[in-house]
């Protein structure tokens, strides 16, 4: 694994499977936090890292299905395990977007394989958070004017034409531009435009 | 007095009249003589002392005058008779004392002839006989009064003396049955027998009776009366019989009583005969008195047969040491005997019966004798065996739809402590593949292993004890772990369904009887009825409560009460196809009421207060276990 080291973790509530597969993920050199119930992990203050989440599909208090629900797109990628091994519920799980859905008992590189997966998705996850991020604050330095005049420029609109579009100079647009480039971070106009696309900035019609 | 004729005749003996008349005088006899008209010529000097009459008063017909009344008549009237005839005769009579008293004497009378043979005179005697006749009357009277027929017989048959009521039964006189065979009267179909006998008896002149036989005689109107002889023969020192002594008593009443029983008799035993059921009557040591035709067809013996038989050999040998035991316990303690056994038939088979043997006691409350019934259950016997393999295959079947039913769980059960073990295993590679090893670690990951593997092997036992259909047996069981157990195969089941089940025991309950399997089936079907009764409860919490604790009559009782929607007819739950639910098939509760009159308990459904249903069953307790 590489980067920041990632964290794994563990809801199941039968302690024999939280003690087996935290001694194993320690053997595999990962960090492991183990919680008997969903409502333990809703609760627990997580960590600022990649991280992957082990779910148990029958839980006491609310079922692994109510749980991925809850953590729609603010959670871990998720790792299912299931005694059952029921059809319906996997393709429940899969179809809102779970990484892998393991039957009990399951092999070590089984699961090693899925929590890759899964930290790895978390990772780039992250990569692209952390991204837009830093474009949203470099977006926040700007003006309100110079917010207007951004959709114009990454649009290709020279700046005579959107200083009539806007009802100004063409010298203050061409100030605005130059502000723009500078506070944006932007080396050329085409990264611009790419960061336009990230902060999903509407093109003038 | 001077007797004439007489003269004549001592003369030509050469006796002196004065001699005669003192030796007359002195004869210990009353002497007399009459003319051939009957008149009497002279009385001796007794004659006159004993009547106290003088000899003019005598004489001529004045002799009557001392005669009894009631004799006089008819005495006059046999002396006339003779004196007719000519003929010698004797005839009995009472004559007057001088005092007064009357007794009995025996007139005799011969006639005096000439050359010519006519009568010349009449010569006479008059003995006093009072002492026999009185003896004869008082005879007579004991005779007359003997509540039967008697008669003396010679030993060549006839009669010789007769009673008043065989003359009146005969319609005979006494003197008309002297000399008279009785055997005219007897009745044509009892006269071979009759003869036979007596003839046995007369050619065993040692025999010493009892004499005796019932006989038809017939009476003076030509009906036939049935009559029992008593003959008793009176012998001579060398034993020849010289007399046979008769008594013959009317039973005609008797017999026809009899007769009237006999023919009820042959009805009873009709009755018994046609009785779809074994009967026997036994004596009150156990011997077979009366058994009936079906008795006699099934075991096909004849009642000669079963005389001293004690049925050991058609008892099926299985059966045999129990029958005898209740046998041998009713006959000591006198109470019926109530079994059900097999009995060989003529053919071999055996087939069941229900016997029954019902003592029956005299006014001492003694046992005098056994009647036994023994019903064939053998169809019965095979229906109920029938409906038992049904009721079993059919608990089967629920058990193994149960089963289907919980195999999410079962397997979930099975699966969890597995991916523990695996995951473990795989855990203890690790440790041990790694640079350098971790040895404790491994340990650790090891000892786990062999913890959950346990677990896992103790799930499966579980899950193979709810699947096997072994024969039902009986153990001591504890109540609390039982439905502990089960309760945890279904805690899945519960947390699923949002179902929080409570355990109240008692803790010192004594363990019951019974056999395991069923009884965790019969707790299994409990809560998976009080589980599925709530799902449609959604504004209260869904909770089982379960009671255990001991019950009055040395029982546990158990409760499962949950807070579902209720029963609207709690009596009908437990019926067969009786179901709320919509998928049910109706057989789970029906089939717990069969578990548990299995093992004599009881089970019920009551609606709660506020809300839901109580299912409560007993079960009894090991016994010697001391309240």
């Known amino acids: 694994m590489n980067g920041e080291s990632a964290v794994v973790f563990v809801v199941d509530d039968d302690s024999r499977v939280r003690e087996a597969l935290s001694d194993l993920l320690s053997s595999m050199g990962l960090r492991v936090v183990v919680f008997g119930a969903a409502q333990d992990f809703l609760e627990y203050e997580k960590p600022d890292t990649p991280a992957c989440l ?3 599909l029958e839980l006491p208090d609310i079922s692994g299905l109510e749980l991925q629900q809850e953590l729609a797109a603010n959670g871990p990628p998720i ?4 005694g059952h091994g029921d059809v319906r519920s996997s393709v429940h799980a899969m179809k809102a977007g779970a990484i892998e859905f393991l039957s ?3 092999g070590d590189e089984e699961l090693l394989r899925a929590i890759e997966a899964a930290v790895a998705l978390d990772r780039a996850a992250r990569q692209k ?8 604050r470099h977006y926040d330095l700007l003006t309100p004017r110079e917010r207007e005049v951004l959709p114009f420029v990454v649009s290709g609109f020279l700046n005579k034409q959107t200083a009539s579009g806007l009802g100004t100079s063409e010298i203050t647009i061409g100030v605005h531009r130059g502000q723009i480039m500078r ?3 932007a080396r050329s106009l085409a990264e611009l435009v790419r960061m336009a696309d990230k902060l999903g900035i509407a093109r003038p019609e | 007095m001077r007797p004439s004729g007489w003269q004549e005749t001592f003369e030509e003996a050469n006796v002196s009249e004065e001699h005669f008349r003192t030796l007359v005088d002195t004869i210990p006899a009353l002497v007399w003589s009459a003319r051939p008209d009957g008149s009497a010529e002279f009385v001796n000097q007794r004659w006159l002392d004993y009547t106290g009459l003088s000899a003019e008063q005598a004489l001529r017909w004045g002799w009557t005058a001392a005669i009894h009344s009631d004799d006089r008549r008819s005495l006059i009237e046999y002396w006339r008779s003779i004196l007719a005839s000519g003929e010698p005769g004797e005839f009995e009579a009472r004559m007057r004392r001088f005092d007064g008293e009357y007794r009995w004497f025996l007139f005799r009378g011969m006639p005096l002839r000439d050359a010519t043979g006519a009568v010349v005179k009449w010569c006479g005697t008059n003995a006093d006989i009072d002492d026999r006749k009185r003896a004869e009357i008082d005879l007579r009277r004991v005779l007359d009064s003997i509540p039967g027929l008697v008669a003396t017989n010679t030993p060549t048959g006839e009669t010789e003396l007769v009673n008043r009521q065989m003359a009146q039964y005969f319609g005979r006189t006494v003197e008309e049955l002297k000399g008279w065979r009785t055997l005219d009267a007897v009745h ?15 050619r065993s002149p040692g025999a010493t009776g009892p004499f005796e036989f019932d006989l038809r005689l017939r009476r003076d109107d030509g009906i036939y009366r049935w009559f029992h002889l008593r003959a008793l023969p009176e012998r001579e020192t060398d034993g020849s019989v010289v007399r046979w002594y008769h008594l013959l008593t009317d039973i005609e009443q008797r017999r026809q009583a009899e007769e009237t029983i006999r023919a009820s008799e042959l009805d009873l035993r009709l009755t018994v005969n046609s009785i779809p059921a074994l009967v026997n009557i036994l004596t009150a040591s156990g011997e077979i008195e009366f058994t009936n035709q079906p008795l006699l067809d099934y075991f096909g013996r004849t009642l000669v047969e079963l005389h001293g038989w004690a049925g050991s050999d058609v008892i099926h040998s299985e059966d045999l040491p129990t029958v005898m035991a209740a046998w041998k316990h009713s006959v000591e303690t006198g109470t019926p005997f109530d079994l059900q056994h097999r009995l060989r038939r003529a053919d071999g088979l055996y087939r069941w019966f229900h016997g029954r043997i019902l003592p029956l006691r005299d006014q001492d409350d003694r ?6 019934v023994l019903t064939d259950v053998d169809d019965l016997k095979r229906a109920e065996e029938a409906l038992r393999q049904t009721q079993s295959r059919l608990a089967q079947a629920a058990q193994i739809a149960t089963v289907a039913e919980l195999s999410a769980s079962i ?3 099975v699966n969890q402590p597995l991916a523990a073990v695996v995951a473990n295993a795989h855990a203890c590679l690790r440790w041990l593949s790694a640079e350098p090893p971790n040895l404790a670690k491994a340990v650790e990951s090891a000892e786990r292993i062999i913890r959950d593997g346990k677990d896992a092997g103790e799930v499966v036992r579980r899950i193979r004890a709810l699947f096997s259909r072994a024969e039902a047996e009986r153990v001591a069981l504890d109540v609390n772990e039982l439905i502990a157990e089960v309760v945890h195969l279904l805690d899945r089941e519960m947390a699923k369904r949002h179902v929080g089940v409570s355990m109240h025991f008692a803790m010192d309950l004594p363990p019951v009887v019974g056999d395991r399997v069923q009884l965790q089936q019969l707790v299994l079907n409990l809560l998976l009825n009080a589980i599925e009764s709530m799902d449609s409860v959604l504004d209260r919490p869904r909770t089982i409560d379960i009671h255990a604790k001991r019950r009055s009559g040395n029982a546990a009782l158990i409760e499962i009460r949950d807070s579902g929607a209720g029963l609207r007819d709690p009596d009908r739950a437990f019926e067969a196809f009786f179901s709320t639910k919509e998928n049910g098939m109706g057989m789970g509760l029906a089939i717990c009421r069969s578990i548990i009159e299995e093992h004599n308990g009881e089970l019920w459904a009551a609606s709660s207060q506020g809300g839901g249903t109580t299912f409560s069953f007993t079960l009894p307790l090991k016994t010697g276990t001391a309240p």
């Open chain 1, 104 to 106: 009990k008992p399951f």
């Open chain 1, 183 to 185: 506070k944006m971070s």
């Open chain 1, 54 to 56: 082990v779910l148990d």
């Open chain 2, 188 to 202: 044509p179909d009892d006269l071979p027998f009759v003869v036979s006998t007596i003839e046995a008896w007369m």
């Open chain 1, 79 to 82: 790792v299912f395990i299931t």
């Open chain 1, 129 to 136: 958070r952390s991204e837009l991020v830093e474009l949203k």
């Open chain 2, 367 to 372: 046992i005098i004798r056994w009647y036994s």
């Open chain 2, 411 to 413: 397997a979930h059960e």
